[in-house]
């Protein structure tokens, strides 16, 4: 079955550590994105790639970084400088670039905890 | 800036009922609506779009556009307990997504 895969699913990770979440599509979209959603916040865009090799930073980059270097997959790092990492990050696909028609295929999600 | 805005809820609506979930947004060039779906804990999925002004139905929801007005809704017709979810309002513009921060329905049986 096709669809988007994000691991871990919960990830806890102590003050001043790196870690980086794994997010690969096998649906043979284009257009890859990073969301973070906090409570009672709509979806805010990290970062977003259209085509291998190349990502652009979304609202909230700072603190984040992220690569391309397959189609099907788009990691996405939390640094030490991103300074409040609490949240649920959600991957998400399009066919076309630039968020296609709309239409996102979104991963489970991952819940990220700062001890 | 550009805005979205939906009321959080809670929403609450009997079984059976209609349930109906609004949002506006603030850029005149919105292109295109999106309703996505969002069970607690879990990832967001489409129910509907919408790009011309008026309704589109799709078996128990419609969504309603109003340009002039700028508002978008979501009409769910014969409520279901399963249709309890938090539901999000996206907007197109130019390239971007912007998302309001959903609306929580709740479905009493």
């Known amino acids: 079955d096709g669809g988007i895969t994000q691991s871990p699913k919960y990830l806890f990770r102590k003050e001043g550590q790196n870690v980086t979440l794994s997010c690969e599509q096998n649906?043979?979209?284009?257009?890859m994105y990073w969301y973070r959603q906090d409570p009672g916040q709509g979806l805010r865009l990290i970062y977003y790639?259209?085509?291998?090799?190349?990502?652009q930073k979304g609202d909230i980059a700072e603190g984040y970084s992220v690569s391309r270097e397959k189609k099907e997959s788009f990691p996405l790092t939390v640094t030490s400088a991103q300074k409040n990492p609490t949240a649920f990050y959600l991957c998400?696909?399009?066919?076309?670039?630039?968020?296609?028609?709309?239409?996102?295929?979104f991963g489970e999600g991952s819940r990220l905890t700062v001890l | 800036q550009k805005e979205v805005e939906q009321n959080s809820g809670p929403l609450s609506v009997p079984e059976g009922a209609i349930a109906s979930l609004n949002c506006t947004y603030s850029d005149r060039g919105s292109q295109s609506f999106f309703w996505y779906r969002q069970y607690s804990g879990k990832s967001p999925e489409l129910i509907m779009f919408?790009?011309s002004n008026g309704d589109k139905e799709d078996g128990r929801f419609t969504a309603q556009l109003n340009k002039a007005s700028q508002y978008v809704s979501l009409l769910i017709r014969d409520s279901q307990p399963s249709d309890s979810a938090t539901y999000l309002c996206a907007v197109k513009v130019n390239y971007q997504l912007i998302w309001g921060a959903g609306t929580k329905l709740i479905i009493k049986p």
């Open positions: 649906l043979n979209h284009d257009a």
């Open positions: 919408i790009y």
């Open positions: 790639s259209q085509i291998v090799n190349d990502f």
């Open positions: 998400a696909s399009s066919m076309g670039g630039a968020g296609g028609a709309g239409e996102l295929f």
